[in-house]
Every structure is written in C-alpha cells, then in structure tokens.
C-alpha cells in the first residue's frame, strides 16, 4: 500500500513511480508473454506506420493466464483500490513496444478523453499502472506529463476521423492542439519519469502525457493495465469499440494468492 505522501504526491501531480516492484525474473517471464502476444498477430496487434513493426498489442488478460494473474498481483490491486477509494475491474490492458530506432510518437492527450467518447465511461475515475519492461531513460521514449495537468478536467481535444480504429495509431483520434499545451506547459512544466526495469509508474485518466520517438538502441517495452471503479462501469449503450479494447465484465477483481506476480 501507498504511504500518505506517496498518496499525496499521486493526487498532487497525476503520476508516481515505484522503483523495482517486480525482480528480474518476474520481468523476463512478463516480456516472453508478450512477445507471444506480438507473434500471434490478428486485429489485437498494432505496428508502426508502413512497417511491420509491433507498436502494440490490446486485451492479453482476457485469454493469457499469466496477463490475467498479473492483474490480480498484490502489488498492484489494492494500491489502485486505495487511490480510486473503491473496488475496481481492468477496462483495458495494452502492451506498448516501443522498439529501438523505430518506436515512434505518441501525440499530447488525455487518456479519459477516449474512454468517455468512445466507451461511454462516465467520471474519470480510472488509472493506469504500467509496469515499466526495460530501463526507461530519457532517450528511449519515456511517457512525458505536464504535472498537475489533471487538475483542470478533460481538456476540448481535436478529433480526427472516424471510427474507433485510429484511436490506436500515432496520429490519435483526440489529441491535445498546440496551443494549449503550450499554455498549460507554461504554467506547469514536463516532467518524464524514468527508472529501472520492474518499476510501475501510476497515472491519472486526465494527466495530459505524450512520448518522444525511441532513438537509442534500447527497447522501451510498458504493460499497462487501466483499473475502472466498479461504480463507474462504462455505459454499454454508448460504447464502439471491442472488448479487447473496454471491457465488458464489471466484475471486481480480487487480489490472487499464487506465488508469481
């Protein structure tokens, strides 16, 4: 569990990162599952633009046992518990490979902006653990936020197409115009956190982030599991896309007891 200042700090600026929460073989089981994942293929899997390089991959929980117990893990749960104050269930879980030389950019958004159009998610009351795969250092295309960016609310995005299939490529669906990230970075700075392989990095459904191309020779690889208060399930009716991308089990999770994860 969080201690009262790590609370305070994740309320504070929309983000924290935990150093070292899963070893060195937790993490190399974690990466072989997804590189399963990438080899599968179908619809699930994205890739870089005019490539057939993996840029991600939606919905491993649903059917992968490993992604499934990870979920669970003790040391995730119940901390997403403790900062959304209430029971939660995964609305979506992604692995993003962002790949050495070739990873590219992710625009300036906010992650609630998708969930409320597109799944018809209600409050922002959701988070996203990601779950750092490799050294995350300032070349390789860590996430970059604008603290305390989650403070003001969902911020008027600029929608481009239609559809819910380009909510998944690196020209984003609802993205943040420049103006006003210039407005907002003005007003409270970037900040990219960065740490070792195993760390798990915390962070708010309105925190406004992006991330720089990947140029160095080290993969940038993130799990990242979104919790959902089970009071703010998505409303059905409104929802587009598929249940690899929002889920449809409201069901609360528990917190596994099995020795992995």
Known sequence: MLSPNQIDEYRRKGFLVQERVFDEEEIRLIKAGAEQEFAEGGERVTVEADTDVPRGVHGCHLHAEAFGRLVRSRRLLPIAEQLLRDQV????????????????????????????????????????????????????????????GHGGGEIDAEVEGDGWANTLTASLKYSIDIDTMRQLIARNGMAAPKGPRGSVLWFDANIPHASVPNISPVDRGLVLITYNSVENRIDLSRGTRPEWLAARDFTPLTAMHAASF
């Open 89 to 148: 269930y995964v609305h979506q879980f992604k692995i993003n490979a962002k790949r050495a030389f070739k990873g590219e950019v992710w625009e300036w958004h906010q992650d609630y902006t998708f969930w409320h159009h597109e799944d018809g998610m209600p409050e922002p009351r959701a988070l996203t653990a990601a779950i750092f795969l490799d050294d995350v250092t300032e070349f390789n295309g860590p996430l970059t936020f604008v603290p305390g």
